[in-house]
């Protein structure tokens, strides 16, 4: 039977195969391509989507509203000042009517919980913009990122460096181990990824091939194809500031680490937004090895292919 995604949610991918994220990494390559011809297609023509946002987003929100509003769906943005989202009704009766309006629903918020019960009541697939535990439309697009540098992933290596236990790479441990691509955590013992989630992805791991790694030595970028880092205080984790910056300095991405991989070829990746002179220097993001830039076209790309995998027949 050929592979269909339609009526899916994406929450996590750990509820994805290796070959259905394999079909959305396709699916992206050829919506890119599409786009970059110009071809103007009506494919969510009659279709809604709600975005839903407790966090604040520029990426995720702009990626969303373009790659369904250019072709012809309507996006509708709805931020915790304009709906109830749990607090005046419940989180499921708000599901179950924006279900009757919406063909689709992007939760981006705090608990992973609120993505789950949105899409078990609206009945409608809910797209995960980002919650304090995934991030896997941007890990979709960091893989098409490190595909477009490198061809085939399985067998590479891509290193992130900083908070070891955030969303981000949380969501790159997740999507490595199901392609095999080998990811190394580099991050200070207390942040290390959690231990249920370690042992879940190893054990995807040994079916791919990939190699896990989490790590406090900062010489374990060596042989790094990719190097990755994101912010040191996530949204919702302001006030851990100071001692992130006192933890994590010695994990800054600089030209220094750059080379420390000993390959002239590794690309830095960062999910954005940065905070330059923290978790990475400008020399390094706004240099030649930096692919931070595609990156970020490439969040639109692979949400598109999300919602066009998930939304058409
Ligand atoms: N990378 C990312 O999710 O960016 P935004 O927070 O701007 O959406
Ligand atoms: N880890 C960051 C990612 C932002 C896209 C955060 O949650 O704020």
Redesign the pocket.
């Known amino acids: 039977m050929p592979l269909s995604l339609y009526g899916r949610s994406l929450l996590t991918l750990l509820d994805y195969s290796p070959d259905e994220i394999r079909f959305l990494l396709k699916l992206s390559a050829k919506v890119k391509a599409e786009a970059k011809k110009g071809r103007i297609l009506r494919r969510f023509q009659g279709k809604t989507l709600a975005l839903l946002f407790e966090k604040r987003s520029t990426r995720t929100r702009c990626a969303f509203e373009t790659a369904f509003g250019e072709e012809g769906g309507h996006p509708v943005f709805l931020s915790t000042a304009d709906i109830q989202l749990g607090s005046k009704e419940s989180l499921e009766d708000t599901a179950r009517v924006l279900g009757r309006m919406f063909s689709a629903i992007q939760f981006r918020g705090f608990k992973q919980e609120t993505a789950e019960v949105l899409a078990k009541y609206s009945q409608v697939p809910v797209y995960n913009g980002?919650t304090d535990l995934y991030?896997p439309t941007?890990a979709l697009a960091d893989l098409l990122t490190l595909e477009e540098s490198f061809g085939d992933v399985k067998g590479k290596t891509l290193v992130f460096t900083g908070d070891g236990r955030?969303?981000?790479a949380r969501s790159l441990m997740v999507i490595c181990s199901k392609l095999g691509t080998n990811f190394t955590v580099i991050t200070p013992a207390e942040l290390n990824p959690d231990e249920e989630l370690q042992k879940k992805c190893r054990s995807l791991a040994s079916a791919s091939g990939a190699i896990i790694t989490v790590t406090s030595d900062i010489n374990a970028v060596t042989g790094a194809d990719a190097l990755y880092t994101?912010?040191w205080t996530?949204?919702g984790e302001e006030d851990k500031k100071d001692e992130r910056v006192k933890l994590l300095t010695p994990y800054q991405v600089n030209q220094k680490l750059m080379d420390k991989t000993g390959k002239k070829n590794t690309i830095f990746l960062h999910?954005?937004?940065a905070v330059k002179g923290e978790e990475v220097t400008a020399d390094v993001i706004d240099g030649p090895q930096s692919k931070a830039w595609d990156q970020a076209e490439n969040r639109k790309h692979t949400i598109k292919a999300v919602m066009l995998a998930t939304l058409i027949k």
Request: proline content about 8%.
């Open positions: 980002l991030h941007q955030n969303n981000v994101d912010v996530s949204m999910c954005l937004p």
